[in-house]
C-alpha cells in the first residue's frame, strides 16, 4: 500500500478507517491471485478438460487438457463443442444445452463420440453443469476410450461363443423372444433348427480339440454366410448349433433354408490345407406350427434332431413330419425306458475325483449321471439328460441321484471328502428345498459345508430375483455354491456379486484352447476375477499333465478331468483311492 496511506491506518479518522479496508481488499485479492493460480496449476494436471460455454453451446474457455484429448493445436474458443463431436452425438449434446440453458435440467451427462484429429474417434464422458447465474454452462470432458472398449468387449463376451464368434444361448433366447413377439403382430411364421456335426467326436479324437475347433470356426462361417442378414446361427455347445429364421412367409421356405445349410458343407472344409468332410442332422420345428412358446420350439426343434440322427444321420427333419410318422425307433425305446430306469433306481451317479492343484492331493468328488442299459448300452447323459427335462422327469432323476449319491458319501464321513452334485432348474425351484436338503444330509450324518450344489449360469439367471433368494437359503443352510461350465455365456457377470457363490467351474471349451492365445486369455480373466471376488476355481477337462501344470500357475484351485480319473461308481472308487494314496506315498 502507498506509504502516506498505511500511516493513516493507525489513526480512527475517516481516511484511517478507509486504509484500513483498501489494505483488506489487496490482501483478499492477492490471495485469490494466488488460489486462481494454484487452481489453475491442478487444473493443467488433469487429463480432463475442463470447460466453460455459452448457453447457444458456444466453447469460451477450455483446459489445456483440450489439446492433449483432442490433438488440435487451435484455439477452441468461440467455437461449438458440437462441431467437435460425432454427428449422431451432437444432436443429443443440443438437447441437453437446450434443457441447462432453460433451466428445466440443473446437471446432465452423456457418453459422446468426439472426432479428433487425424481422423481419430474417441469416446469421452461429459458432465455439464448449468451456473449459479444460468448465464453458462460448465462441465469436464474425460477420456473413457479405453473403458469404454473394454466394456463392449466384455459384453461382446457376454453374448458370444469365444470360439466362433457366433451368438451363444444369452443372446440366442433373446432374440428368439423378440421374434416370437413380432411373429404374433404380423402372422408370419419363425423357425428353429437345431444342428449337430455327425461323428465329430472322431475329428476330436483322431486330430486333436486344436483342428476340431479350427473346423468349427470354418464350418461356423460358411453356415453364416448361407443365412440372411436376420437371421441367427447360435453355437449351442460342442459342435452343435443352433439357427433361428425369423419372419418366414410360410414352411416350404423354412425348406428352403435347411436345404441351402445342407448343401453348404457338400464341399469338404479346408482348414491348413487338409479336407474335412462333414455332414451334419438336423431338426426344425415351427412357430405358431409347432409349438407357442420360445421353450417348447426350442424341446421341439431338439427331439426332431434326436430323430433325425436316428433315421441314419445327414438328413434334415421337421417336427411336424416327425410327429406325422411317429418317433424313431432308438428315440422312442429311450424315452420309454427312461422312466422306469429313474423309477428302478437304474442311473446311476458315478464320481470323478477333483485335485487340489498345490498338493495333488483329492478333495472331493463329483457326481455324474450315467446309464447303462442292457439293450442299448451306455447311454449318454447328453441325450437321456435333455430328453427328462423335455418329458418333466429331470426332478426325479435328480433327487433319485441326490439320495445315491448321500448314501455313497456317507461312507466317506470319517474324511474331509467334498461331494459336488448339480441342481436343476426344476429342483431348484421347489418349495422349502433348503429344508429338504438339510434334512436329507442330516439323515445321513453329513455337514452341508461338505456338499457343493452346482447350478449352470443360464438358471442363475432364470427368474433372477426369486432365484437368488433360492440361493441365499441354500447358502445360509450351509451348502457351498458353484457356478458350472462358468464363461460360456458370462450371462452371470451382471448379477455375480448378488449370489452367495463359493466357487467358479471353468467351462471345459476353454481349457482345451488353454494352449491358445484366446483360451488362455479367458481363463486368466475368470481366476483373476474370482481371486478379486474371494473365490474357488475348478477347470474341468484336464485331460493331461501339460495342461494341469499351466493351470496350477494360471492358481486354478483345483483340478478335475480324465488326466487324473474318469468317473467311476461308487465301488470302484475306494479301489481308485487306495491305489492313488499308494502313488503318493512311493
Known amino acids: 500500500m502507498h506509504t502516506p496511506l498505511k500511516q493513516r491506518q493507525g489513526i480512527q479518522d475517516e481516511i484511517g478507517r478507509l486504509a484500513q479496508t483498501l489494505d483488506r481488499l489487496i490482501d483478499e485479492a492477492i490471495q485469490r491471485q494466488k ?27 477450455t483446459s489445456k487438457a483440450w489439446s492433449k484429448l483432442t490433438g488440435r493445436t487451435d484455439d477452441p474458443r468461440g467455437t461449438y463443442l458440437a462441431e467437435y463431436l460425432h454427428p449422431e452425438d451432437a444432436a443429443v449434446l443440443t438437447a ?45 470432458l474425460r477420456d473413457i476410450t479405453q473403458s469404454y472398449l473394454q466394456e463392449r468387449h466384455i459384453s461382446h463376451m457376454a453374448l458370444h461363443d469365444a470360439l466362433t464368434g457366433l451368438p451363444n444361448r444369452v443372446l440366442l433366447e433373446d432374440r428368439l423372444k423378440v421374434a416370437l413377439q413380432t411373429a404374433r403382430r404380423s402372422a408370419h411364421k419363425v423357425a428353429l433348427g437345431f444342428i449337430d456335426l455327425d461323428h465329430f467326436k472322431e475329428v476330436n479324437d483322431s486330430l486333436g480339440h486344436k483342428t476340431g475347433d479350427q473346423v468349427l470356426v470354418a464350418l461356423s462361417e460358411r453356415l453364416r454366410r448361407h443365412l440372411r442378414a436376420g437371421d441367427t446361427l447360435a453355437r449351442w455347445g460342442g459342435d452343435e448349433f443352433v439357427v433361428l429364421l425369423p419372419d418366414m412367409p410360410n414352411s ?97 451317479p458315478h464320481y470323478q475325483p477333483q485335485i487340489r492343484a498345490a498338493d495333488g492331493h483329492v478333495v472331493g468328488f463329483e457326481a455324474l449321471a450315467r446309464w447303462f442299459d442292457p439293450e442299448m448300452g451306455w447311454i449318454s447323459p447328453a441325450t437321456f439328460i435333455p430328453m427328462a427335462e423335455t418329458l418333466g422327469l429331470i426332478r426325479p432323476l435328480g433327487e433319485a441321484l441326490w439320495h445315491r449319491a448321500l448314501h455313497d458319501m ?3 464321513k470319517d474324511r474331509d471328502y467334498t461331494l459336488a452334485i448339480n441342481v436343476s432348474k426344476r429342483q431348484l425351484f421347489i418349495p422349502l428345498f433348503a429344508d429338504k436338503l438339510l434334512e436329507d444330509v442330516e439323515a445321513h450324518g453329513i455337514k452341508p459345508q461338505r456338499v457343493t450344489l452346482e447350478i449352470t449360469e443360464s438358471i442363475a439367471m432364470m427368474d433372477v430375483d426369486y432365484g437368488i433368494d433360492r440361493l441365499r437359503e441354500l447358502h445360509a443352510a450351509g451348502f457351498r455354491l458353484a457356478i458350472d461350465d462358468f464363461g ?22 476353454f481349457i482345451r484352447r488353454l494352449h491358445e492365445p484366446q483360451g488362455l486369455r479367458m481363463v486368466q480373466i475368470i481366476v483373476a476375477m474370482a481371486k478379486t471376488m474371494g473365490l474357488l476355481t475348478t477347470a474341468e477337462g484336464v485331460e493331461d499333465a501339460a495342461t494341469a501344470e499351466l493351470l496350477r500357475e494360471l492358481g486354478v484351485d483345483v483340478l478335475q478331468g480324465w488326466h487324473f480319473a474318469r468317473a467311476m461308481p461308487q465301488e470302484e472308487l475306494s479301489a481308485w483311492l487306495l491305489a492313488n494314496a499308494a502313488s503318493k506315498a512311493h
Open 35 to 61: 488460489e486462481q493460480a494454484a487452481h489453475q496449476q491442478t487444473l493443467e494436471l488433469l487429463e480432463d478438460v475442463v470447460l466453460e460455454m455459452d448457453r447457444e453451446g458456444r466453447l469460451l474457455e
Open 488 to 509: 460360456v455365456g458370462w450371462s452371470s457377470l451382471s448379477i455375480l456379486h448378488q449370489i452367495p457363490v463359493d466357487e467358479l467351474k471353468i467351462d471345459q471349451s
Open 410 to 412: 456317507a461312507a466317506w
Open 252 to 348: 416350404p421356405a423354412v425348406q428352403e433354408v435347411a436345404d441351402k445349410l445342407r448343401q453348404a458343407i457338400d464341399a469338404p472344409v479346408q482348414v491348413e490345407d487338409v479336407d474335412y468332410s462333414l455332414t451334419f442332422s438336423a431338426g426344425f420345428a415351427i412357430f405358431p406350427d409347432d409349438a407357442d412358446t420360445g421353450e417348447a420350439l426350442l424341446a421341439h426343434a431338439d427331439r426332431a434332431m434326436f430323430y433325425a440322427k436316428a433315421q441314419g444321420r445327414n438328413n434334415v427333419q421337421f417336427y411336424s413330419e416327425m410327429s406325422r410318422k411317429g418317433l424313431g425307433k432308438k428315440d422312442l425305446y429311450i424315452q420309454q425306458r427312461l422312466a422306469a430306469a429313474i423309477r428302478e433306481k437304474r442311473i446311476l
Open 96 to 140: 441437453f444445452v437446450g434443457m441447462l440453458s432453460s433451466g428445466e435440467k440443473q446437471t446432465a451427462s452423456a457418453r459422446l463420440r468426439l472426432m479428433c484429429a487425424e481422423g481419430r474417434e474417441c469416446w469421452v464422458e461429459l458432465r455439464l453443469a448449468r451456473t449459479a447465474e444460468g448465464e453458462s454452462l460448465r462441465g469436464v
